[in-house]
């Protein structure tokens, strides 16, 4: 018989199903593979103080208030100061209630926080897995 009192046993089995709710959640998402111009903004309109380079990884918003996290590759050069632009690949982390439908020309914000640091605009969007 389980010595642990109900109160503890309680919180284990709501621990265990939130986890497990969680699981189920980071399997059924689709996340998306992009390529993007981006522009950062100068340090002067309240951009960054520092360049971008390959591992970057800013928030990205899609004409919406929810901001989805990606990591950014520079495809043509080793980095992006600010004031800048340049093309890159963009891999979004995936997220559940992400737009299914990112396409070339859709415009987005790169943010750091509630701070927008930059612009983009979609050249391919690339769809990786889907919502079950």
Partial sequence: MDTKPLALRATTCITLINVLTLLKCMLSK???NIKAKISLLPTELG????PVSTGYRPSLAFNSIQHFSGEIELLDQQQIKPGQSGTVLIKLIP???IRKNLKSNDAF???????AVGSGIIITAEKIGTDT
């Avoid at 951009?47 to 520092?50: A, P, Q, S």
């Avoid at 914000?109 to 701070?115: A, D, P």
């Fill in 30 to 32: 689709t996340t998306y």
């Fill in 47 to 50: 951009g960054r103080k520092n």
């Fill in 95 to 97: 997220a559940k209630h």
């Fill in 109 to 115: 914000t790169l943010n750091e926080g509630n701070k």
